[in-house]
């Protein structure tokens, strides 16, 4: 079955940058969306089409890809980003599929 | 505004079956498909499947094909989700969602359901 690959864990400091990747091999064709979850609450979309962002989800949130492998940016981490965090692909075949999960810890 | 409301926490028997609902508002409910993704206690997010409203057509992951059932009632834009046989490890956090896989995605509270013995 079809997999996305993310890091475990991530932790940074306050104000500094957070860089989370996922890696498939269908990626190339594929979009890519990234959700964030806090404890006890439901996933919300924070980048949508590799690089977009929804209304309401601030500007240093930003997506990139290159070749099987997308990123997730956080740039000037705040407290309050602190939260898990996954990327989805798929829809091709009508098949969806979410990587394995990011921790993100703000120190 | 679009909401998601679903049914309350359940606790079921090991081969019993679940079903679980999903109320939604606020937007065209035929508009957009309905998808199911569970969490396992401390686990990451599955993706279980979907229903077209309008046609009631359906897809699911292949782990759960011939114990999952999605249907929906337009009438009351609700939509279910149905599954049997269940096992121990099927404890989860199960959600509706809207639209997974656009800029539209819209994620219900959750469902609790445990199976235990």
């Known amino acids: 079955s079809y997999e996305l690959t993310q890091p475990p864990s991530l932790s940074v400091f306050p104000g500094q940058t957070a860089r989370i990747t996922c890696s498939g091999d269908?990626?190339?064709?594929?979009?890519v969306y990234w959700y964030h979850q806090k404890p006890g609450q439901a996933p919300v979309l924070v980048i949508y089409?590799?690089?977009e962002r929804p209304s309401g989800i601030p500007e240093r949130f930003s997506g990139s890809t290159s070749g099987t492998t997308v990123t997730l940016t956080i740039s000037e981490v705040q407290a309050e980003d602190e939260a898990d965090y996954y990327c989805?692909?798929?829809?091709?075949?009508?098949?969806?599929?979410f990587g394995t999960g990011t921790k993100v810890t703000v120190l | 505004q679009v909401q998601l409301v679903q049914s309350g926490a359940v606790v079921k028997n090991p081969g019993a079956s679940v079903k679980v609902s999903c109320k939604a508002s606020?937007?065209?409910?035929?508009?957009?498909?309905i998808h199911w993704v569970r969490q396992a206690p401390g686990q990451g997010l599955e993706w279980m499947g979907w229903?077209?409203?309008?046609?009631?057509?359906?897809n699911f992951a292949q782990r759960f094909q011939g114990r999952v059932t999605m249907t929906t009632d337009t009438s009351i834009t609700t939509a279910y989700m149905d599954l049997s046989g269940l096992r121990f490890d099927d404890t989860a956090v199960y959600y509706c969602?809207?639209?997974?896989?656009?800029?539209?995605?819209?994620w219900g509270q959750g469902t609790l359901v445990t199976v235990s013995s």
């Open positions: 969602a809207r639209a997974i896989g656009t800029d539209k995605a819209w």
């Open positions: 606020g937007y065209t409910f035929t508009g957009y498909y």
């Open positions: 229903i077209n409203p309008n046609s009631g057509g359906t």
């Open positions: 269908a990626l190339p064709k594929q979009y």
């Open positions: 089409k590799d690089s």
């Open positions: 989805q692909s798929g829809g091709s075949g009508g098949i969806y599929v």
